[in-house]
């Protein structure tokens, strides 16, 4: 005969009269070991993104723009301390800063 389990749902126990003590109304349970099942999960794998050309000439248009607006901040930086005799040099670690960065993310859009 079998029972539903009271603490483990969805589980059947087996429930027989013990045979080490007959007749005296002892009864044992016993669950039935179950193999687990596997149940597979499917993966699914982000698609790789392609760009367009157009994305493509775009990225590339504004990474080329960078490179050169960052050249032109240095000359610009240099021509203006030749203009003052020194004076402008205040501003240029922020200058170079920003010259280094635009550089920087310009030659990572340009790269492939």
Request: aromatic letters at 4%; a positive charge.
């Amino acid at each position: 005969m079998t029972a539903p389990s009271a603490t483990q749902p969805n589980t059947v126990l087996q429930v027989e009269s013990s045979t080490k003590h007959p007749g005296k109304g002892v009864i044992t349970y016993s669950a039935p070991q179950r193999q687990p099942q596997t149940v597979p999960v499917p993966v699914t794998a982000p698609a790789p993104q392609q760009r367009s050309r157009r994305q493509q000439t775009a990225k590339w248009v504004v990474g080329v723009g960078l490179v050169a607006g960052a050249g032109l901040l240095v000359a610009a930086t240099l021509a203006e301390d030749v203009a003052t005799g020194g004076a402008g040099i205040a501003d240029d670690p922020v200058s170079f800063g920003a010259a280094a960065t635009m550089a920087r993310s310009g030659w990572a859009m340009v790269a492939p």
